[in-house]
DNA sequence: CTGAAAGCGCTAACAC
DNA sequence: GTGTTAGCGCTTTCAG
């Protein structure tokens, strides 16, 4: 099976390697009579372009690099990774690139695969998630040189260009709704709080809080199920239990319900419970699914006590723009803030509005040429920052 | 931001182009003293090889290729996947090797993808998941001389390498576990039929339920919660009910979960469930947490024409080589099958005895060096395939 | 043990 | 419009 070359395009056609090169890359110097008949037996013969000679005279790649540092066997249960990855895969099949993937838990290992990944010209840039605070990232990246687009927090460099996630706003639907149940004290489960995001929702829930003058009580949790049903035991257990909680991912508030149901307790009469992703889990997840409604019905009377009737709804949802609706497993469509700084791009500002429906994790763009999901879309970023950093 | 290249080195070295690649390759031919000296100054120098430059002399990649044809929103929904994209990510972690991997809902454009990948040289083999009956990777594969390994169904053509799963031996657990139970009348609600597994699952729990004198029932589903909910809800509609089923996954026992939910029936009273894959939604969605049980027992008076007494074990399980432990949402070790034919390797025969978690997706090996993961371990067949194909 | 040189497949000046 | 040519960074003969 010997690979067909330009060169033997070229020979076939009794033309100049270059010409041939021209009219495959649809550049002006062949006339439409020419282009036509390469393209024609390039086709015949199945030709493809050697990605590696291409990379090598080109200095560039098609190929964009995600370095996941998360424990493989947690990620499996945590289904906004697969949503992210669904979310650029959608774009790059469209932009016909591709993902090289890396999963590692060990972040001496992280760093390294970003620089070989670079060094090595294999990528054309990275999309890094999960932003901690004192990331080393940012500065290596740019001590790199390679482009970047990061994802959930604003990157500590601020040549870099992000795409965030209205956690405040959350923080203020998600609280607002509680509060205007009537909860006059709230848990909020947060994930790892060296995250950048969960610091950010860590203060702006309390904030929240704060205004309406609420009482808060924060425990951290590693996003896990089982930390998570730790943590809201926690809360419960102690004599002045809040009457809901927020939890930072669906499978914490998986947890709470177990750790609800451990108790003899019920959801959402003892304990209201909002969460952070409106995953599939709260789909599979359903407290309300017959009998389990009635169920809560007879098991209330047990305690009564601690049976609340100001909480009615279980607001599982999240990142919501209106207020969650009532024992809805569904999060409303929500318009996602604008998405980068305009003086990352001078020659080409890629600002734009996205309608996001964050349970399906597709967007409408107002730049109809662009991408249909918010990570597909900053998938788009990374080429469009080559072609704006090597002019 | 310059890239090093070997010609640097050898200029800072006062050696030449050809003495430096020997040192960096480990090869023959440069003294331990100048090794030391080229690797001491290409660590110092932060030298990495360009893949492009390497793999363009080399004509081979150390990418493996992974193109997944199935809808990216449901496939967020399907924990298998991501614990098969953990395991090779396992192996390639210590292999240093690297996924290109795409998702694509489009048979067309996966072929295109699978050609495209192939040709410009990306990629050094491919790993297939899900095969069809009819499937025309093979022949697609096989003409384009692409090394590839099938996973979950040996390929049509057998001059390529598979890794299987114990079909046969799953269904005659699953079935004789029910059976021993006291249920004579099975409901099996398989996943795609035009999956080769499922063909294969589906003969061999018919064939394990007619040697038992039991009956069968069998609806086909799509493996998404909701349309396992459907069949479920199906079976359960019929005055002649079965009084267990079988899943071909875990969203679809799911779904079965709450399909008996919507009736006011009870699992495992009116309906024992059992599912193939074992994944962490078992323990997210456990019919048995407390007061669940309790409420089970609760509900049971009401239907008494439905309860029966016969099965008291939900077996929420999969793939063991044992019987299920009842209301265990915890699979046992199992013995997978050796996974490929000595004959397809001729130079290094691969044949191995995996011992293999199933819930953690990790495998022992009688062959201690290689992978930590079924799927990992397929990874590694790729670049031996490569070995022996072009010596 | 070392150096010169050819070539992998493609692009991009630069001349014709 | 078309052909010639010089790299891109690395590997690999083949002489020294």
């Known amino acids: ?5 330009i060169a033997d395009l070229a020979d076939r056609l009794g033309l100049s390697k270059s010409s041939v090169s021209y009219a495959l890359n649809d550049r002006p110097g062949v006339s439409d009579e020419t282009r036509r008949r390469v393209l024609d037996l390039a086709d015949e013969l199945d030709w493809h372009p050697s ?4 990379a090598l005279s080109n200095k560039r790649s098609d190929t964009i690099g995600l370095v996941v540092r998360r424990d493989p066997e947690m990620l499996s249960t945590e289904p906004f990774f697969v949503r992210v990855l669904a979310g650029m895969e959608a774009e790059l099949e469209r932009a016909d690139g591709a993902l090289l993937l890396r999963i590692t838990d060990d972040p001496e290992r992280e760093r390294a695969i970003y620089r070989q990944w670079w060094r090595s010209d294999r990528v054309a840039g990275f999309i890094c998630l999960d932003q901690h605070v004192d990331d080393p990232r940012p500065r290596l990246l740019t001590s790199l040189g390679a482009p970047a687009v990061f994802v959930g927090a604003p990157s500590t460099d601020p040549s870099q260009p992000h795409v965030l996630s209205p956690e405040a706003e959350d923080s203020e639907t998600l609280v607002g709704h509680l509060a205007d149940l009537g909860h006059r004290h709230l ?14 929702r860590h203060d702006t829930v309390a904030a929240a809080a704060r205004r309406r003058g609420l009482r808060l009580t ?5 996003y896990s199920k089982a930390d998570g049903q730790r943590a809201v035991g926690e809360l419960l257990d102690r004599p002045d239990a809040p009457t809901a909680i927020i939890t930072g991912n669906d499978l914490m508030a998986v947890g709470a319900v177990h750790a609800v149901r451990a108790r003899r307790l019920t959801s959402p009469g003892d304990l209201a419970i909002a969460a952070w992703d409106d995953s599939f889990l709260c789909q599979l997840v359903d407290p309300r699914s017959p009998p389990w409604t ?4 007879r098991w209330a009377p047990w305690r009564p006590g601690r049976s609340s009737t100001r909480s009615r709804s279980l607001a599982w949802c999240s990142r919501t723009a209106g207020p969650p609706r009532a024992c809805s497993s569904r999060a409303p469509r929500r318009w996602a803030e604008p998405a980068t700084d305009p003086d990352l791009l001078p020659t080409e500002p890629v600002q734009c509005i996205l309608a996001c429906d964050d349970r399906t994790g597709s967007v409408r763009s107002n730049q109809p040429t662009w991408g249909s999901s918010p990570l597909g879309w900053c998938t788009r970023l990374i080429p469009r920052l080559g072609v704006s950093v090597s002019p």
Do not use: N, Q, W
């Open 1 to 5: 099976m010997k690979r067909v070359t």
């Open 51 to 54: 990605s590696s000679a291409r």
């Open 187 to 200: 848990g909020h489960v947060g994930g790892p709080i060296a995250l950048s995001h969960e610091r950010i």
């Open 218 to 222: 924060y425990v951290g949790a590693d």
């Open 294 to 297: 009635a169920h809560l019905a």
